[in-house]
């Protein structure tokens, strides 16, 4: 069995939000304020935590030393709505909350842990909706994170847009997937809508501007029945010791 690492949870008042935000943060078993750590921030926080099995899969690859020192941090939403408003581009929160990961969030770890101040020392993770919003916040902070995974984001006109318009791409190292059987996925309103293919258009895009990005299409639909597995993926890739 690999040692375990401790999961600490923290409260931070949100100016931007006017709201005290719950975070759950994970430390390695063997952390020690001598090092240095990078930062991962996932929104939909808890279900990376219990769905997504976070804590257990970097205990083993911490055992067999394939990631690099990470401090893993979860940011739970509190219900269908906030979600809606906070990650959705056009959600009332959304800029709001783009504003408190980039300017509070970072700054708080930073305080707290001995975190690596650069861009590439900092990643978001997020699946569905809480991809896009990471992907969102990383192009208007791209100074801020060099790191962005995204597991079946929901893609609209705002996101190409963004992605179109995105001019620092040498900053940023993206991991997407998308499900090919994505094609009728149910949404926060009861509407059903097509990711398969935005996702593909949004590819499209960045390839066309050279985006540094891993991108995979794999045999499944919208679930966590397929995100989960991907992990140990997406922490060897993007946070493997010899991936940078």
């Not at 759950?24 to 808890?46: C, E, F, M, R, W």
């Amino acid at each position: 069995m690999p040692k375990t690492g401790t999961v600490k949870e923290h409260q931070l008042y949100s100016e931007a939000l006017q709201e005290e935000m719950n975070l759950l943060v994970y430390l390695p078993h063997n952390y020690s304020p001598l090092y240095k750590y990078t930062v991962l921030i996932a929104q939909d926080g808890k279900d990376y935590f219990q769905l997504g099995r976070v804590p257990r899969l970097l205990d083993q690859l911490n055992e067999e030393e394939k990631i690099e020192n990470l401090i893993f941090v979860g940011v739970p939403y509190k219900n269908v709505k906030d979600r809606y408003d906070k990650y959705h581009p056009s959600g009332s929160q959304h800029d709001a909350y783009v504003r408190f990961i980039a300017r509070e969030l970072v700054p708080f770890i930073d305080e707290l842990y001995p975190t690596y101040n650069i861009g590439i020392g900092r990643a978001l993770i997020g699946d569905s909706l809480a991809g896009t919003v990471s992907f969102q916040t990383a192009l208007k902070y791209p100074n801020t994170f060099g790191r962005v995974i995204m597991q079946s984001p929901l893609v609209n006109d705002d996101v190409i847009l963004n992605a179109e318009q995105f001019k620092d791409v040498q900053l940023i190292n993206f991991y997407h997937i998308i499900g090919k059987g994505e094609t009728s996925v149910k949404t926060t309103n009861g509407s059903e809508a097509n990711f398969l293919e935005p996702n593909r258009e949004l590819h499209q895009v960045m390839e066309g501007k050279n985006y540094s990005v891993f991108y995979d299409e794999f045999d499944g639909e919208h679930s966590w029945k397929y995100w989960q597995p991907d992990l140990k993926r997406v922490m060897e890739k993007m946070f493997g010791k010899t991936s940078y």
